[in-house]
């Protein structure tokens, strides 16, 4: 099967190397193999309150948003938007923390449903069967991206999007299609299937 790449009029080279953000050189110490004593986790928690509080009040806002809109437009709202985007900025810098103090790359931001009730045979799908899987990211620019603009976000996140894909095929799946997009969801083809059948 082919593997097709949407690359919203930008040419990307598929081999780079996974490059660390601008300002995150490694120190020996804490990116090393031994372990980390003696680390002060009171800005971490610092990190984490300031996370909590602005999850609360995207909480409070979309309720109140909600409560005046539908579900579309309260999706739109720039309150709602503006929110999304802190709470995007708190999770980056509690990602930045966790990177500098323990040299860890925490993945905080994934979602897993898990389906009550669901044996492990029941979980176990069949040979070949393909699904969808989306991951989307609200993302802000701050200072701390020096020069670099938000057009070189999609760069990064393919970069990203092409080490995930290697690690699924090394966990054994076959990865049909993949791509990127800015601003939209990527189309995997779905509308050609829909107007072929049309």
């Given amino acids: 099967m082919t593997h097709d790449h949407e690359h919203d009029d930008h040419e990307h080279d598929h081999e780079h190397d996974h490059d660390e953000p601008q300002g995150h050189e490694h120190d020996a110490a804490t990116h090393g193999t031994d372990p980390l004593p003696g680390v002060d986790p009171a800005d971490l928690h610092a990190a984490v309150d300031a996370l909590a509080?602005?999850?609360?009040?995207?909480?409070?806002?979309?309720?109140?948003?909600?409560?005046?809109?539908?579900?579309?437009?309260?999706?739109?709202?720039?309150?709602?938007?503006?929110?999304?985007?802190?709470?995007?900025?708190?999770?980056?810098?509690?990602?930045?923390?966790?990177?500098?103090?323990?040299?860890?790359?925490?993945?905080l931001v994934g979602m897993t449903w898990d389906d009550d009730g669901d044996t492990a045979d029941d979980a176990t799908d069949e040979a070949g069967e393909v699904d969808a899987f989306h991951v989307g990211l609200v993302v802000s620019r701050t200072p701390a991206a020096g020069d670099r603009t938000l057009d070189s976000v999609l760069d990064l996140v393919e970069a990203g999007a092409s080490d995930l894909t290697q690690t699924l095929v090394e966990a054994g799946f076959e990865v049909v299609e993949w791509g990127v997009s800015r601003g939209a969801a990527v189309d995997l083809g779905e509308d050609e299937d829909d107007e072929d059948g049309a």
């Fill in 53 to 107: 509080g602005a999850l609360h009040e995207y909480v409070a806002t979309a309720v109140g948003v909600r409560a005046e809109f539908g579900a579309e437009e309260a999706d739109e709202d720039p309150r709602i938007l503006a929110l999304e985007s802190r709470v995007g900025g708190f999770n980056a810098a509690l990602y930045d923390l966790l990177h500098d103090r323990l040299g860890m790359h925490a993945d």
